[in-house]
Each structure stands twice: as structure tokens, then as C-alpha cells.
């Protein structure tokens, strides 16, 4: 079974659906837009400024003050925000507002040293849940569906963002977080549940789960996937939206910003709007740091609008993507992110050839006889670059074919991504589960520096 038709989620066939949950922010004309934003950008420096030391330092250090921010374009003349800087400033070093007038603190592990720490007033946490809710609205939930929340719950941002964002839209929130895969499967069907929201990976082995418990999941309540917070390719959409039997949406966030709902996709899945009246989106040429066109593609870079208590200006957050503006089907007439490919974090530089795991899964992830799950694995031999890429046969594949899977899919990588593969086939299961954001990558080779 294929994706559902706009009929059987439940949407009108034929023209997009033109509703919306925020109908004037979300179809503002797009000079009007600017012109929100551009208050917004002034209140939003001015708050830094004068409430976050190193904002400060940082801008008196190039001569500048807020009142010199007479333009949108005057965006650029600001100073680029980095991950380190949250570390280094440690844990509330870049919050504009006392920690007594918070309402709510996440952090993210980070995979070497310290965490970082993100803060929200009241009036933060309310604005989260209305972009998410209208997030959730966008890519097609409604009032009293019922949502089976799959996002971790705690100090990660999916689980409670996806909650109260669910509340907001006056959804019915289950609030499973991940594991307990089996039960989860029960819960699904039990409840009826219309919309999951989960890592794409995870709802990936809710699915193959279901199916070893002999349940199918496509013929129960599910209509819509709300997915993010790893890349996931194309293909990975097919695979998820057949297995599931809905319609499986893209949405993006990250914690430094707000958390999930920074941008989501419509129903005409053709990239993620991202929602300007809150937020401000450049795209820039990692190596060089400037601005580059819309449509060409380089490193995501966001400044918030309305953020109170944690202001963020020019955050790089190393994702990998392109912006448009031309008009989208639904009438929404914010930005549209396209998926994001990678970040620069993962980039592998694989003998001079620059790959994203992403890539990799596009060619994997619907090949005959395996299963989509995978690994790389990437090693140091001599002076080379090794990556050897781990696969998961189908169930029921017969042994004897092992051989010439891997032969097909170094010859396929070979072809369409340019590198020179080790492939090996596994039996099924091999490969972890997650039930979060999924590993794909076991980087081997030796730290530099
Ligand atoms: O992952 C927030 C989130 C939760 C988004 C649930 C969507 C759904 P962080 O843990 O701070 O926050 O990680 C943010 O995850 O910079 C991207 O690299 C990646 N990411 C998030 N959404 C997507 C997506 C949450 N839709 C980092 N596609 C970001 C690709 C994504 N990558």
C-alpha cells in the first residue's frame, strides 16, 4: 500500500486545503511580513544587548548598537552565534532574563563536554506551543485527533514540544515518549490514534515492531506522521508512509531556537515553512560566512524574533539546506526550508568526496531484499579513508544472496554518490533500534588535534 490520497487523510482532493490555525500570520503578505520583523529584529537586539554581557561586548567590539539596525539587511552586520558559545557561557550565560523569571529549562547532552542550556519565560513556552500547534495544523491534524506523542519527554525538546503544542491545537495527547516499543504498538490501535509523532527511525521500528507482532498498522486509526529531528531522505518517506499507511510530514526545530515547530511542512510536502513572524532565516556559505541567494544551498542560520528570554541572533546551526520563496499551493507565504540534507557535523570528507549519510540511505533505503536500517562505519587505514557500510537483509532472505546484495549496493553507491564502498550484509536485526534520534554513523578515525 502507497501513500493515503488527500481523500482517505481525510483532506479535499484537488486544491490544497487553504486553512489555516493562524490565518493572518500564516498568509501575511510578504511585505507586511517584513515589516513585522523588522520591529521585531529591533526589540530583539535591543533585548540582548542590553540583558546579555557577551551580545554586547560582541557588538561594541564592531562599533555597533541597536539603533543602527534600520533594515532587515542590517541582519548581516550582526555577529554569528555559535554552539560553543552556549558552552562556554555556560549554563546561563546567554539568557536575557534572570533565572527566577524562567519558566522552564532543556538541555541537550552534546556528545563531548558540556550541555547546552536553553531557558524560556511563560510567554516563550506559550509562543512554542502556538507555532507547534500551528505546525501540527499545517501538516494536517486536528482539533480532538488523537496524537500518540513517541518523542522522548525531558530535558530533549520533541517530547514536550509536540505535547503542548498538540494541547494548544485542543488535540487528544497520549503521552507515551519512547521505548516500550510492543506496548506502544497496542496504544496505537487501541486509541485510535490519528497522528504519531516520533524520529522518523523510531516510527520506522514501531512499524517493523507491529509487524512482528503479526499487527498491521495501516488498517487502524493512522492518518498522519509528524517527523523530525534527524535528517531523512526521500526515500525514507516512501518506506515509512507504506508501512505506516499515512501521510509522513517533515517538522523542524532545534533547542537552541525553541525546540520543534520552527518550520513544518503543508500538506503539499514541497519544504518546510518556516515561520517568519517569529523567526528570521538566512542561508550562508559555511566557508566564508556570507549570505548567499535564495535557492543555493549552504548553512542554515536563524535569528529570533520574539524570544524573551533566551534571544538568539544569527544562530548557525550547521544544518545543511536551501530557502525559497515562491508561492506554495496551501497560501502560506512563509519561507520554505527544503529538507534539510545534513548537517556539517556529519558531512564525511571520504577521500576528498564530501557525503552525508543521507545520501547513502536514498540509495539503500527501498533496494530489493533489505531491510531500511543501516550503519556506517568510517575507519582510518594508512592515510585512507575507509567506510564500510552495514546493511540488514529482509526478513526471510535466503543466505545464499548475501553476496550479491552487497555487490548491488557498492556498485549503486558507487555509481550515484561517487565513493568506493565495503558493504556488509547482516542478518535482520543486526543493526540498533532507536528510539530516539538514530546513530548512523560510527566515525573510527582518530581525533584530530
Ligand atoms: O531535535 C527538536 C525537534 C524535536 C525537532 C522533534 C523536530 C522534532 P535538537 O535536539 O536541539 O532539537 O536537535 C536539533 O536536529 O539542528 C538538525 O540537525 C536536526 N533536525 C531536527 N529536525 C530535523 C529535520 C530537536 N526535520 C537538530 N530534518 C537540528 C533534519 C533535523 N534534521
Redesign the pocket.
Known sequence: MGALSRAETGLRAGQAERSFLHAEQETMPRERLAQLQLGRLQTTVRNAFDNVPLVRQRLEAKGLQPADIGSLADVALLPFTVKTDLRDQYPFGLFARPCDQLARLHA?SGTTGKATVVGYTKEDLDTWADLMARSMYAAGARRGDVVHNA?GYGL???GL??HYGAERLGAVVVPVSGGSTERQVGLIMDFKARVLCA?PSYALAIAEVAQQQGIDLRTGGLRIGL??????STAMRREIESRLGLKAM???????IM??GVACECECQDG?HGWEDHFLFEVIDPETGLALPEGEAGELVITTLTKQALPMLRYR???ITRLTTAPCDCGRTHVRIL??TG?NDDMLIIRGVNVYPSQIEAVLVGRPNIAPHYQLVVERRGILDIVSIEVETAPGTDAELFGAIARDVAHHIKSRVGITTQVSVLSPGAIPRSQG?AVRVRDLRPREG
Open positions: 541537550s518523542y530533549f525538546t520533541g514540544g509536540a524520529t517527523f523530525g529531528a534527524e535528517p531523512w517533515d517538522v523542524y526545530g532545534l533547542s537552541e525546540g520543534p518546510l546551526t550547521r544544518d529538507r534539510i548537517r534520534k
